[in-house]
């Protein structure tokens, strides 16, 4: 009987900790909205255009760990593993370049709520990947689907 109640009691501390996840309110699946941010950016040659957050990505489901961006473009994922640092700052590894010598691969980047509830993270979508090294990348600005 003692087993059992130390088997009951650790499944609830389980479920607890769980429930308590600093990743869980960032958990689901994520549609990319419209809208512009920053600057303007140099896209392709010489024109000048804003960064659209929804023309790069269809959805982004995030787990306890990890991010899988599915592109609009073309039918391809894009994972990322993450982990919270401390408050609206993470650690986010681009595992989709598959090069851990690269500068770009791992950032310290901030992963926040704004005032309408959307899940905002910056450094996050992949921008001018050819051009540039290191690599650009912009936020992405998500509302829950």
């Keep these: 009987m003692e087993k059992f109640c130390l088997f009951i009691s650790i499944a609830m501390l389980c479920v607890a900790c769980n429930s308590n996840s600093p990743t869980k309110a ?3 699946v994520w549609e990319p909205i419209e809208g512009h941010y920053g600057d303007p950016i140099v ?3 010489d024109t000048v255009g ?3 957050y929804s023309t790069f990505y269809n959805e982004v489901v995030i787990s306890s760990n990890k991010m899988v961006a599915t592109s609009s473009h073309v039918t391809k ?3 990322y593993h993450y ?8 650690e986010l590894e681009r ?4 090069d ?3 500068p770009d691969y791992v950032v310290e980047t901030r992963m926040y709520f704004d005032e309408d509830n959307n899940l905002i993270i910056e450094n996050f979508s992949a921008g001018d990947l050819f051009n540039n090294y290191p690599p650009r990348y912009f936020p992405v600005k998500m509302k829950k689907k």
């Excluded at 982990?83 to 993470?90: A, G, K, P």
């Excluded at 595992?95 to 598959?98: E, Q, S, Y």
């Design 26 to 28: 960032y958990q689901g």
């Design 43 to 45: 896209e392709f040659g």
């Design 50 to 52: 804003w960064f659209w």
């Design 77 to 79: 994922q894009y994972e």
């Design 83 to 90: 982990q919270m640092l401390r408050d609206d700052v993470i």
């Design 95 to 98: 595992t989709f370049l598959g």
């Design 100 to 102: 851990s010598s690269r």
